[in-house]
Protein backbone atom coordinates (compact mmCIF):
# COMPACT_ATOMS: atom_id res chain seq x y z
CA UNK A 1 0.00 0.00 0.00
CA UNK A 2 1.35 3.35 -0.93
CA UNK A 3 1.19 6.29 1.73
CA UNK A 4 0.97 9.99 1.17
CA UNK A 5 3.53 11.61 3.27
CA UNK A 6 1.96 14.35 5.57
CA UNK A 7 3.81 17.28 4.87
CA UNK A 8 5.37 18.75 8.35
CA UNK A 9 3.02 22.11 9.58
CA UNK A 10 3.60 24.09 12.54
CA UNK A 11 0.01 23.32 13.94
CA UNK A 12 -1.75 26.74 14.52
CA UNK A 13 -2.21 28.04 18.25
CA UNK A 14 -5.69 25.75 19.53
CA UNK A 15 -8.07 23.22 17.96
CA UNK A 16 -11.33 24.35 16.36
CA UNK A 17 -14.13 24.77 19.37
CA UNK A 18 -16.96 22.69 18.29
CA UNK A 19 -18.80 24.17 20.89
CA UNK A 20 -18.27 27.68 18.71
CA UNK A 21 -18.68 26.15 15.54
CA UNK A 22 -21.97 24.52 16.88
CA UNK A 23 -23.28 28.39 17.84
CA UNK A 24 -22.33 29.80 14.32
CA UNK A 25 -23.60 27.75 12.65
CA UNK A 26 -26.67 27.74 13.97
CA UNK A 27 -26.37 31.46 14.18
CA UNK A 28 -25.59 32.13 10.36
CA UNK A 29 -28.50 29.15 8.98
CA UNK A 30 -30.98 31.16 11.11
CA UNK A 31 -29.93 34.57 9.59
CA UNK A 32 -30.13 33.40 6.19
CA UNK A 33 -33.98 32.64 6.43
CA UNK A 34 -37.00 35.38 7.04
CA UNK A 35 -40.30 34.64 8.05
CA UNK A 36 -42.25 34.36 5.03
CA UNK A 37 -39.69 31.98 4.11
CA UNK A 38 -41.16 29.69 6.30
CA UNK A 39 -44.74 30.70 6.55
CA UNK A 40 -44.82 33.04 9.52
CA UNK A 41 -45.96 36.71 9.58
CA UNK A 42 -43.72 39.30 10.05
CA UNK A 43 -44.79 42.18 12.04
CA UNK A 44 -43.01 45.22 11.69
CA UNK A 45 -40.97 47.13 8.85
CA UNK A 46 -37.59 47.05 10.72
CA UNK A 47 -36.14 43.60 12.78
CA UNK A 48 -33.41 44.22 14.92
CA UNK A 49 -31.80 40.62 13.80
CA UNK A 50 -31.09 39.31 9.97
CA UNK A 51 -33.34 36.80 9.46
CA UNK A 52 -35.04 34.32 12.05
CA UNK A 53 -35.28 35.18 15.49
CA UNK A 54 -34.68 32.63 18.23
CA UNK A 55 -38.11 32.74 19.21
CA UNK A 56 -39.13 31.88 15.36
CA UNK A 57 -36.76 29.18 15.18
CA UNK A 58 -37.65 27.47 18.00
CA UNK A 59 -41.63 28.07 17.87
CA UNK A 60 -41.36 26.03 13.96
CA UNK A 61 -38.86 23.28 15.45
CA UNK A 62 -41.22 22.54 18.45
CA UNK A 63 -38.93 23.26 21.65
CA UNK A 64 -38.87 25.75 23.74
CA UNK A 65 -36.57 28.94 23.54
CA UNK A 66 -34.56 28.03 26.77
CA UNK A 67 -33.69 24.90 24.98
CA UNK A 68 -33.13 26.37 21.33
CA UNK A 69 -31.01 29.08 22.68
CA UNK A 70 -28.74 26.71 25.00
CA UNK A 71 -28.31 24.45 21.49
CA UNK A 72 -27.55 28.30 19.67
CA UNK A 73 -24.87 28.53 22.71
CA UNK A 74 -22.96 25.64 21.45
CA UNK A 75 -24.28 23.47 24.54
CA UNK A 76 -25.42 20.47 22.10
CA UNK A 77 -24.67 17.34 25.02
CA UNK A 78 -27.66 16.48 26.01
CA UNK A 79 -29.91 17.30 22.53
CA UNK A 80 -32.08 14.40 20.91
CA UNK A 81 -31.36 13.18 17.63
CA UNK A 82 -35.22 13.78 16.89
CA UNK A 83 -34.50 17.41 18.24
CA UNK A 84 -31.72 18.08 15.86
CA UNK A 85 -34.02 16.92 13.04
CA UNK A 86 -36.43 18.96 13.79
CA UNK A 87 -34.11 21.84 13.89
CA UNK A 88 -32.67 20.50 10.81
CA UNK A 89 -35.98 20.82 9.21
CA UNK A 90 -36.98 24.34 10.86
CA UNK A 91 -33.73 26.56 9.47
CA UNK A 92 -34.61 23.62 5.89
CA UNK A 93 -30.55 22.26 6.23
CA UNK A 94 -29.13 20.21 2.97
CA UNK A 95 -28.60 16.94 4.15
CA UNK A 96 -24.92 17.53 4.22
CA UNK A 97 -26.09 20.61 6.62
CA UNK A 98 -27.57 18.19 8.59
CA UNK A 99 -25.11 16.20 8.77
CA UNK A 100 -22.74 18.38 9.90
CA UNK A 101 -25.14 19.90 12.73
CA UNK A 102 -25.34 16.54 13.94
CA UNK A 103 -21.04 15.84 14.17
CA UNK A 104 -20.82 19.49 16.08
CA UNK A 105 -23.62 18.55 18.30
CA UNK A 106 -23.27 15.36 19.49
CA UNK A 107 -19.23 14.81 18.55
CA UNK A 108 -19.00 11.79 20.38
CA UNK A 109 -21.46 9.58 18.90
CA UNK A 110 -19.71 9.69 15.57
CA UNK A 111 -16.39 7.62 15.29
CA UNK A 112 -13.71 9.68 14.45
CA UNK A 113 -10.30 7.90 12.53
CA UNK A 114 -6.97 9.73 14.21
CA UNK A 115 -6.42 13.31 12.48
CA UNK A 116 -2.93 12.98 11.65
CA UNK A 117 -2.36 9.78 10.55
CA UNK A 118 -0.64 9.24 7.12
CA UNK A 119 -3.27 9.15 4.45
CA UNK A 120 -2.52 5.75 2.20
CA UNK A 121 -3.33 5.75 -1.55
CA UNK A 122 -4.11 1.79 -1.87
CA UNK A 123 -2.00 0.10 -5.36
CA UNK A 124 -5.14 -1.15 -6.92
CA UNK A 125 -6.44 3.01 -6.95
CA UNK A 126 -3.45 3.96 -8.50
CA UNK A 127 -3.38 1.36 -11.26
CA UNK A 128 -7.44 2.54 -11.89
CA UNK A 129 -6.15 5.97 -12.09
CA UNK A 130 -3.06 4.95 -14.62
CA UNK A 131 -5.99 2.87 -16.86
CA UNK A 132 -8.37 6.08 -17.04
CA UNK A 133 -6.37 7.52 -19.71
CA UNK A 134 -8.44 9.31 -21.56
CA UNK A 135 -10.63 11.08 -18.36
CA UNK A 136 -9.18 13.55 -15.67
CA UNK A 137 -9.26 11.96 -12.49
CA UNK A 138 -8.35 12.62 -9.18
CA UNK A 139 -8.01 11.32 -5.63
CA UNK A 140 -8.84 13.57 -3.49
CA UNK A 141 -7.88 13.25 0.89
CA UNK A 142 -8.84 15.24 4.11
CA UNK A 143 -8.52 18.65 4.10
CA UNK A 144 -8.79 18.93 0.22
CA UNK A 145 -4.99 17.20 0.19
CA UNK A 146 -5.01 16.18 -3.62
CA UNK A 147 -3.01 12.35 -3.05
CA UNK A 148 -3.12 10.93 -6.49
CA UNK A 149 -3.68 11.94 -10.18
CA UNK A 150 -3.55 10.48 -13.51
CA UNK A 151 -1.87 12.23 -16.60
CA UNK A 152 -4.97 13.73 -18.01
CA UNK A 153 -5.11 15.47 -14.62
CA UNK A 154 -1.71 16.55 -14.89
CA UNK A 155 -2.36 18.21 -18.49
CA UNK A 156 -5.58 19.68 -17.74
CA UNK A 157 -5.19 20.83 -14.15
CA UNK A 158 -1.17 21.17 -13.93
CA UNK A 159 1.57 19.01 -12.79
CA UNK A 160 1.17 19.22 -9.18
CA UNK A 161 4.06 16.75 -8.93
CA UNK A 162 6.40 19.69 -9.51
CA UNK A 163 4.67 21.15 -6.35
CA UNK A 164 6.18 20.32 -2.57
CA UNK A 165 3.86 17.62 -1.26
CA UNK A 166 2.23 20.79 1.41
CA UNK A 167 1.40 22.33 -1.59
CA UNK A 168 -0.42 19.56 -2.92
CA UNK A 169 -3.97 21.19 -1.99
CA UNK A 170 -6.93 22.55 -3.48
CA UNK A 171 -7.41 25.46 -1.07
CA UNK A 172 -3.79 26.63 -1.35
CA UNK A 173 -4.07 26.30 -4.73
CA UNK A 174 -7.30 28.01 -5.32
CA UNK A 175 -6.77 31.07 -2.75
CA UNK A 176 -2.69 31.12 -2.99
CA UNK A 177 -1.82 30.75 -6.92
CA UNK A 178 -3.21 33.49 -8.81
CA UNK A 179 -3.19 31.05 -12.48
CA UNK A 180 -5.87 28.80 -11.14
CA UNK A 181 -8.26 32.35 -10.76
CA UNK A 182 -7.40 31.94 -15.11
CA UNK A 183 -7.77 28.63 -15.07
CA UNK A 184 -11.52 28.79 -13.17
CA UNK A 185 -13.71 30.03 -15.20
CA UNK A 186 -16.06 30.46 -12.32
CA UNK A 187 -13.43 30.97 -9.58
CA UNK A 188 -15.67 32.13 -6.71
CA UNK A 189 -18.12 28.88 -7.08
CA UNK A 190 -14.56 26.64 -6.73
CA UNK A 191 -13.90 28.64 -4.39
CA UNK A 192 -17.08 28.27 -2.67
CA UNK A 193 -16.95 24.69 -3.21
CA UNK A 194 -13.51 24.41 -1.69
CA UNK A 195 -14.30 26.48 1.51
CA UNK A 196 -17.70 24.28 1.78
CA UNK A 197 -15.54 21.16 2.23
CA UNK A 198 -12.83 22.39 4.48
CA UNK A 199 -15.93 23.00 6.85
CA UNK A 200 -17.23 19.76 6.33
CA UNK A 201 -14.05 18.34 7.77
CA UNK A 202 -13.51 20.58 10.12
CA UNK A 203 -16.56 19.12 11.67
CA UNK A 204 -16.02 15.84 11.03
CA UNK A 205 -12.18 16.61 12.83
CA UNK A 206 -12.36 19.31 15.22
CA UNK A 207 -9.08 18.23 16.52
CA UNK A 208 -6.78 18.18 13.38
CA UNK A 209 -3.68 20.38 13.96
CA UNK A 210 -2.83 20.45 10.00
CA UNK A 211 -6.73 21.65 9.55
CA UNK A 212 -6.28 24.45 11.75
CA UNK A 213 -3.30 25.40 10.45
CA UNK A 214 -4.58 25.25 6.92
CA UNK A 215 -7.61 27.70 8.28
CA UNK A 216 -5.25 29.95 9.69
CA UNK A 217 -2.71 30.03 7.16
CA UNK A 218 -5.68 30.66 4.82
CA UNK A 219 -6.96 33.43 6.54
CA UNK A 220 -3.84 35.20 7.14
CA UNK A 221 -2.76 35.12 3.44
CA UNK A 222 -6.43 35.56 1.61
CA UNK A 223 -9.04 38.01 2.58
CA UNK A 224 -11.57 36.27 0.44
CA UNK A 225 -11.03 32.41 2.19
CA UNK A 226 -11.20 34.49 5.75
CA UNK A 227 -14.78 35.94 4.47
CA UNK A 228 -16.10 32.51 3.19
CA UNK A 229 -14.56 30.73 5.93
CA UNK A 230 -17.18 33.30 8.37
CA UNK A 231 -19.58 32.08 6.79
CA UNK A 232 -19.98 28.43 7.95
CA UNK A 233 -20.86 27.01 4.47
CA UNK A 234 -21.06 23.39 3.77
CA UNK A 235 -21.49 21.26 0.90
CA UNK A 236 -20.39 17.86 -0.26
CA UNK A 237 -20.29 18.44 -4.00
CA UNK A 238 -21.04 15.03 -5.30
CA UNK A 239 -21.45 16.24 -9.26
CA UNK A 240 -21.66 18.87 -11.82
CA UNK A 241 -20.08 21.09 -14.26
CA UNK A 242 -16.74 22.37 -14.01
CA UNK A 243 -15.93 25.23 -16.37
CA UNK A 244 -12.25 25.59 -17.44
CA UNK A 245 -9.89 28.09 -19.57
CA UNK A 246 -7.00 25.37 -20.81
CA UNK A 247 -4.03 27.87 -21.91
CA UNK A 248 -3.72 25.55 -24.65
CA UNK A 249 -7.00 24.07 -26.05
CA UNK A 250 -9.29 27.33 -24.64
CA UNK A 251 -13.02 26.62 -22.96
CA UNK A 252 -13.43 22.89 -21.66
CA UNK A 253 -16.80 22.40 -20.23
CA UNK A 254 -16.07 18.66 -18.32
CA UNK A 255 -18.89 17.10 -16.06
CA UNK A 256 -17.52 16.21 -12.86
CA UNK A 257 -18.72 12.73 -11.04
CA UNK A 258 -17.03 12.15 -7.54
CA UNK A 259 -17.29 8.91 -5.52
CA UNK A 260 -16.77 7.92 -2.01
CA UNK A 261 -14.83 4.93 -0.96
CA UNK A 262 -16.90 2.43 0.51
CA UNK A 263 -14.38 2.07 3.18
CA UNK A 264 -12.89 5.44 3.72
CA UNK A 265 -15.32 8.01 3.06
CA UNK A 266 -12.14 10.44 3.60
CA UNK A 267 -11.22 10.09 0.35
CA UNK A 268 -13.12 10.67 -2.96
CA UNK A 269 -12.46 9.88 -6.37
CA UNK A 270 -13.14 12.63 -8.63
CA UNK A 271 -13.27 12.42 -12.49
CA UNK A 272 -13.82 14.90 -14.96
CA UNK A 273 -15.46 13.61 -18.44
CA UNK A 274 -16.60 15.63 -21.37
CA UNK A 275 -19.96 14.86 -23.64
CA UNK A 276 -19.43 13.04 -26.59
CA UNK A 277 -19.04 14.73 -30.16
CA UNK A 278 -18.39 18.07 -27.93
CA UNK A 279 -15.70 20.73 -28.30
CA UNK A 280 -14.26 19.76 -25.08
CA UNK A 281 -14.74 15.89 -25.76
CA UNK A 282 -12.26 16.73 -29.00
CA UNK A 283 -9.90 19.30 -27.12
CA UNK A 284 -9.25 16.80 -24.50
CA UNK A 285 -8.22 13.62 -27.11
CA UNK A 286 -5.69 16.49 -28.97
CA UNK A 287 -4.45 17.02 -24.94
CA UNK A 288 -3.95 13.38 -24.40
CA UNK A 289 -2.23 13.16 -27.92
CA UNK A 290 0.29 15.45 -26.74
CA UNK A 291 1.11 13.83 -24.07
CA UNK A 292 4.25 15.04 -22.32
CA UNK A 293 4.70 18.43 -24.01
CA UNK A 294 1.11 19.30 -22.33
CA UNK A 295 1.77 18.12 -19.25
CA UNK A 296 4.94 20.09 -19.22
CA UNK A 297 2.91 23.37 -20.21
CA UNK A 298 1.25 22.65 -16.97
CA UNK A 299 -2.38 23.82 -17.93
CA UNK A 300 -2.92 27.05 -15.57
CA UNK A 301 0.32 26.36 -13.25
CA UNK A 302 3.72 27.40 -14.03
CA UNK A 303 6.76 25.87 -12.87
CA UNK A 304 6.79 25.51 -8.70
CA UNK A 305 8.12 28.60 -7.32
CA UNK A 306 11.63 28.68 -5.53
CA UNK A 307 12.53 31.34 -2.74
Not at 159 to 188: C, I, S
Request: hydrophobic share 40%.
Amino acid sequence: MDEYPEPVIEPAAGALDPRAELSEFLRTRRARLQPEDVGLRSFGRYRRVPGLRREELAQLAGVSVAYYTRLEQGNGRHVSPEVLDAIARALRLSDAEHAHLTRLAKPKQHKRQPAGRTQQVRGPLRTLLDTMDGVPAILVGRRGDLLAWNRMAAVVFGDWAELPAQEQNWARLVFLRPEYRDLFVDWQEKANDVVAQLRLDAGAHPNDPRLSALVGELSVKSEEFRQLWATHDVKDRCHGIQRLHHPLVGELDLRLESFHQADNHEQTLATYHAEPGSPSAEALRLLASWGTDATRAGAGMPPARTN
